[in-house]
């Protein structure tokens, strides 16, 4: 796996310093900014010429607290993958978290190693979803609702909805692209015209689009 590359924005400096320790432990991810508010942080974003692959940030700081970053990151690098931590974590925050365009949202009481795992997974696939999540959105939908009807000019191509179906099941643009036997750039074209068919922001919100349109059922996505 190449190098990936973490920015930390957590008002708990204690907390950020041993999270920036553990994960400068591992020689494929690197730290390369630490703050302490959202407003450090996107001043930081502001000036800096590489952008991180990452942002791990805290729900609630002081000054700006993560929801209101995120919200900056998302109109100006939507390209950017955010992972929310919360000291505050509640299944009622889930469907808010998602639809503001996480990449994922996670405890701060996450055992160090599986964090790691899902910073792996988020810059591969672009989205983790743990069970807890995913429970919180069949019990969202109800699993009798009728297949959407999609304005002439936002409807689905047959290519789209086999694409939709594979990102829900985890698959990188690589190995879809070998399911369906196109290439890979091929692959980020019918992405891309997901994100502007659906409105969403990201693979993530992509996952969440197809389940609350009951395009898949949530029993489909694979449990990480």
């Known amino acids: 796996m190449n190098s990936i590359q973490v920015a930390i924005a957590d008002d708990e400096k204690m907390f950020a310093s041993l999270l920036h320790q553990f994960i400068e ?8 900014h630490v703050c302490h508010d959202g407003t450090a ?4 974003l502001a000036q800096t010429e590489i ?15 993560g929801t209101k970053t995120l919200t900056v990151i998302r109109k100006h690098y939507p390209l950017l993958k955010v992972i929310m931590l919360s000291s505050y974590y509640q299944r009622t925050f889930m469907g808010f978290m998602l639809k ?14 599986k964090l790691v795992n ?32 999609f304005e002439p000019d936002s409807q689905l191509s047959q290519r789209e909805q086999e694409v939709l179906h594979l990102i829900c099941q985890q698959y990188t643009a690589r190995e879809i692209g070998e399911k369906l036997f196109i290439s890979q750039s091929t692959v980020e074209g019918h992405k891309n015209n997901l994100l502007l068919k659906t409105g969403m922001k990201n693979t993530a ?20």
């Not at 503001?100 to 190693?113: D, H, R, T, W």
């Not at 792996?120 to 979803?129: A, D, S």
Request: hydrophobic share 45%; no cysteine.
């Open 41 to 44: 942080l996107l001043e930081y």
């Open 205 to 224: 919100g992509l996952v969440l689009y197809a389940v609350k349109n009951n395009l898949i059922n949530p029993e489909e996505l694979p449990l990480l």
């Open 25 to 32: 432990e591992f020689d494929h991810i690197h730290v390369i």
């Open 118 to 149: 899902v910073i792996e997974q988020v810059m591969e696939r672009g989205h983790y979803f743990t069970e807890d999540q995913i429970e919180v959105m069949a019990e969202q939908i109800s699993s009798r609702s009728p297949r959407p009807e």
């Open 100 to 113: 503001s365009g996480v990449n994922a949202f996670l405890p701060k009481n996450i055992a160090p190693e």
């Open 51 to 65: 952008l991180p692959d990452i942002v791990m940030l805290d729900m609630r700081m002081q000054k700006m607290d």
